[in-house]
T-cell receptor
Framework: KNQVEQSPQSLIILEGKNCTLQ??????????LRWYKQDTGRGPVSLTI?????NTKSNGRYTATLDADTKQSSLHITASQLSDSASYIC??????????FGTGTRLKVLA | DSGVTQTPKHLITATGQRVTLRCSPR?????VYWYQQSLDQGLQFLIQ?????ERAKGNILERFSAQQFPDLHSELNLSSLELGDSALYFC????????WGYGYTFGSGTRLTVV
């Protein structure tokens, strides 16, 4: 069964600290993996997209990694800011028109 | 502003009623996708339209229907509403048929509350 599991479900960190969010998937075939940031009550915004051949991709303070062998991805946030408080959603594309969404990790950054 | 416009932002209605949600895609985008996000649930793909024609169907109930008009805006019709239909409904758009790459853009959503 095609699934995307994210951990932890929620996370609270202090401003300035780093954190890492995990995404494990069992989607097959694999086309690409995206990380989205979703502010409360708003639509998801794309952070990164990674294909099979990419191991690491950065977007400012966000760095995503992908291990296609173990079917794991992580999103590392460096020097967190209050504005990073949001849900982070991992989405795996498995073939044409098939997008499998994780339920997200809710991150809260405290001052 | 993502360029994808959804209206209304909020909607409260009673069980058994019918509502219509509207989505205007980003300029130049031909594909429109509808998603449902229930409380504490992941986004669930409902349906995709490309240039006026249905392209792909996900977990869309028979009580729900959608269409894309010649000007490319799309409407999602929800009928015989139940309490469990309360959710955020998102629209996304992309240039091509498969939503490849960064061109896949979400709107801000319509929050539907069924009472």
């Amino acid at each position: 069964k095609n699934q995307v599991e994210q951990s932890p479900q929620s996370l609270i960190i202090l401003e300035g600290k780093n954190c890492t969010l995990q995404c494990n998937y069992t989607v097959s075939p694999f086309s690409n993996l995206r990380w989205y940031k979703q502010d409360t009550g708003r639509g998801p915004v794309s952070l990164t997209i990674m294909t099979f051949s990419e191991n690491t991709k950065s977007n400012g303070r966000y760095t995503a990694t992908l291990d296609a062998d173990t079917k794991q991805s992580s999103l590392h946030i460096t020097a967190s800011q209050l504005s990073d408080s949001a849900s982070y959603i991992c989405v795996v594309r498995g073939g044409t028109y098939k997008y499998i969404f994780g339920t997200g990790t809710r991150l809260k950054v405290l001052a | 502003d993502s360029g994808v416009t959804q209206t209304p932002k909020h909607l409260i209605t009673a069980t058994g009623q019918r509502v219509t949600l509207r989505c205007s895609p980003r300029s130049g985008d031909l594909s429109v996708y509808w998603y449902q996000q229930s409380l504490d649930q992941g986004l669930q793909f409902l349906i995709q339209y490309y240039n006026g024609e249905e392209r792909a169907k996900g977990n869309i109930l028979e009580r729900f229907s959608a269409q894309q008009f010649p000007d490319l805006h799309s409407e999602l019709n929800l009928s015989s509403l139940e309490l469990g239909d309360s959710a955020l409904y998102f629209c996304a758009s992309s240039v091509g048929r498969q939503g490849w790459g960064y061109g896949y853009t979400f709107g801000s959503g319509t929050r539907l509350t069924v009472v």
